[in-house]
Every structure is written in C-alpha cells, then in structure tokens.
C-alpha cells in the first residue's frame, strides 16, 4: 500500500501527480482522492468498472487468472472442505475459527435461529405468489423494529449478535417463506441439527412426510453457500458499503444488499438461466438459435449465467459447481435434460468467436440451478440461496467499512448535462 511512485496527470498545461497504491497482490491504483481538490475536474466512470471503491482485506478476486480466495485461501481448499458456518467466521473474523471459538459460533445461532414469533404472522400478508426475494428483503428490514438496538450498535459484542441473528434467522424465514409459499405449516429450527441439515429440514420436513437428512445432500449444500459467501465489490456488497456508508442499520443495509441481488443481472442470474434452459428444452428455441439471438446487437436478450464484469476466463466457482453438479444428480440417480442442454449451450458458446473474443465464459449462475433443482428447491428460492451464501459477506464488508475511521458517506459526483439556467417567464 502507498509508497514512493506517482502517476502524472497534465490538464491545461499544469502537471499533477498523484500516488499510486499497490495492494499486497499488485494490483495497482491511482489514488485520486485529492484531484478535484487539486485540479477542479472528477473522474467520470459509470458503472465504476475502473473505479477502486476501497481497499479492502476480505477477499481477492484475479478476473484474468480465474482466482478467488477468502482471506487468502483458495476457494477449491475451502468448498467442499469446510462448513459454511466456518467461512462464515473467517470472512466475519478474518481467521477460520478454532474449536472453541467454532463451538460458541454454534451456540449462538441455536440461540437466534427462532424468529420472533410476531413476525411469522408478517408472511400472512403477503399475496399469494410473491417473490421470496421480496418478502425476504421486507422481512429483514422489519428486523429493526424487532431489534432497536442495532440503531446503536457500538460494541464488537453488539455487532457480532446481530450478525449471528442475521445469519441463523435468515435460513428460518427463508424456509417460512418457502412453506407459506406452498400451504405447509412451518417447520421450526433443532438444536440438534447442523446450520444446513436445519436449513434442509426446516425447507423439506412436513407432518406428513418427515425429511431424511443425506449427509451428502448436507455436503453440498455446505459447498454452494461457500462458493457464493463473498465476491469482493460486486453489486449488492456496494449497495451495502454504500447504504451502510449513511450509518444505516445492519437489518435495512443487508436488505438493500437482498434488493440489488435479486436482480437478473446479478444474483437474479441464477432464476432466468432455468428459464432459459426451459424454454429451450420446450422447444422453444434451438440452442444455436439462441447463441445467435444473444449474439445480435439488436436483441436484448443475453446468454444468461455467461460473462461476468471481472472474470475474463472461466470462473473458478462455475467449475466446482459444475463439478459437483454431476456427481449430484449421479448419485441422486436423476436425469435433467436442462443439464444436457447447459452443457451443449457452454460447448456451443465456448468455441464461438464471438464469446471467445469477449471473453464471456460460465458464471457462478449458470450450473447452480440445475444442481438447486436437483436438491428439490423450486426456481425462485435460487436467488435466496444465493442471498443466503452471501451474508457472511456483505456483513463483513460492512464491519470492515464502519470499522474504518477514514470511511465517509459516499457521494460520487456527476457532469450534470441537463439545461442551463432558465428563468421562468
Ligand atoms: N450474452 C451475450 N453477450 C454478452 C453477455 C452475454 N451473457 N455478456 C456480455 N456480453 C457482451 C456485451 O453485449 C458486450 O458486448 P459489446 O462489447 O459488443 O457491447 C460485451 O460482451 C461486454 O459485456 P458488458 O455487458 O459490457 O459487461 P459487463 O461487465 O457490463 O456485464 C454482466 C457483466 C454479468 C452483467 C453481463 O455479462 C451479463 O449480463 N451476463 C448475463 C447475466 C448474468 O449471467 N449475470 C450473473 C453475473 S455473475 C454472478 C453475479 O454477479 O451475481
């Protein structure tokens, strides 16, 4: 960080310089913090794709090597490997947690995985068919009222409960909203239970039908949350940093993060890849029919789950899910032709000009549905799975900023190009 070498900038004949900043993996950046100051202009950069927003110690991401690391470690050592609740800890804390520290982590989200139970009723108020990802953001948001105490937040203990409720009661009404969504009463929470055996059970358990609990099922589950747990400054975790920039509450901040991931194209992502690879099986569109549609300018549609702002190759979490994917629906014995159908539109697309030239390859979104389906979750709960890996996250973006005595409201400016000064008649 910092250090002795300068970038220089000449406006109007005058020569500026200003530092330039290299992260601990040599990434490196113009710090332009002073430059209005300095020189009376700003940047313009919309949709920030060369804008550093912060530096940050979380998670690296190489878009050109397809590397992603959690506090330094490999996201292969860790899906598959470890348990959510564990990344969730070394995202939150910064190191996977020891015995001790993993077993009081336990405890606590037994001890805030009921909801409150006035807040169940809320679930009746919702018209039939909303989206999850709705009611999920409205139900997070009402939190606050629930829990005043996070307007104060102050103390590292306050601020590690609410993170824990956040995590343990995000699951519940996530299940709640699922069973409300199909006519079944809820299921409530074990202690005896795992944090994603819970999950699992409290989604598929009903009077009628108990639910076995798969220990491979449980598995995997474990691995997608890890593999969505963080994404450095993607859009939801700007949408927290910038929300919770204004000294927000935790629960509004997060479900501002809800909101922006739910969209398409974002978390969304996950949702419209099965509802194209539907339309396609149904005869709809052939594959190469729909290559060619994503191809043409003049149609909005796009390769849904392909390309990615950052990943200029292929993205190392679309790998272990497709991976995993496979030896899945293997074991579970079933047969999805959409699977088929992904893996015909990726070989497709991968050995097109136009992809290879724009280097657009699978992401994140585009394995992770056939595998959710696979796993009996229905199509709009994906992004609430998505939302459900990525709290650990956002929360530890979060703490990381208000944790920073140098973090500031964030404003950006713009180049206003609307009419000038018009008095009125
Ligand atoms: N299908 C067809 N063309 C594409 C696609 C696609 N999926 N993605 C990008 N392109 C084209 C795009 O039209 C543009 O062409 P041109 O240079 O001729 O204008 C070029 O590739 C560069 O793309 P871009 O839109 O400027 O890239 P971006 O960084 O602004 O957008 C993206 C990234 C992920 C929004 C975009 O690739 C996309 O819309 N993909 C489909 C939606 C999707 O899968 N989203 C999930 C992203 S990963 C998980 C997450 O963030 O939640």
Known sequence: MGGTHFAELKIDGK?????????????KAIDISTLRKETGYVTLDPSFANTGACCSEITYVNGECGILRYR?????????????????????????????????????????????????????????GSHPMHIMSTMINSMATFYPNVDTLSLS???????????????????????????????????????CANFLNMMFDSPVKPYKIDPEIVDVMNLLLIIHADHEQNCSTTTVRTIGSAQVNLYATISAGVSALSGPLHGGANQAVIEMLKKIHSGGHSAAQFIEM??????????????????????????????????????????DPLLDIAMELEAKALSDSYF???????????????????LGFPTNMFTV??????????????????????????????IYTGRTLTHLE
């Open 15 to 27: 020569t500026f310089k200003f530092p330039i900043v290299v992260g601990t993996e040599g990434e």
């Open 72 to 128: 330094g470690i490999p996201i292969e050592d860790l899906a598959g490997k470890k348990l959510f609740i564990e990344v969730a800890y070394l995202l939150l804390h910064g190191n996977l947690p020891t015995e001790d520290q993993y077993k009081q982590f336990s405890i606590l989200l037994n001890d805030h995985s009921l909801l409150h139970e006035d807040m169940r009723h809320f679930f009746d108020g919702f018209p039939r």
């Open 157 to 195: 203990e306050d601020i590690d409960t609410t993170a824990t409720r956040l995590i343990s009661t995000f699951r519940t009404m996530a299940a709640f909203a699922y069973k409300k969504s199909i006519g079944e009463p809820p299921v409530y929470p074990r202690s005896d239970l795992s944090y």
């Open 294 to 335: 994503a191809k043409n300018k003049n149609n909005p549609l796009k390769l849904m789950g392909f390309g990615h702002r950052v990943y200029k190759s292929y993205d190392p979490r679309a790998k272990i899910i497709k991976e995993a994917t496979r030896r899945i629906l293997k074991r579970l014995e079933v047969k």
């Open 356 to 374: 290879i030239e724009k280097k657009l390859y699978p992401n994140v979104d585009f394995y992770s549905g056939i595998l959710y389906r696979a």
């Open 385 to 414: 799975l998505f939302a459900l890996g990525r709290l650990p996250g956002w929360i530890a973006h979060w703490k990381e900023m208000v944790s920073d005595d140098s973090s500031k409201i964030v404003r950006p400016r713009q």
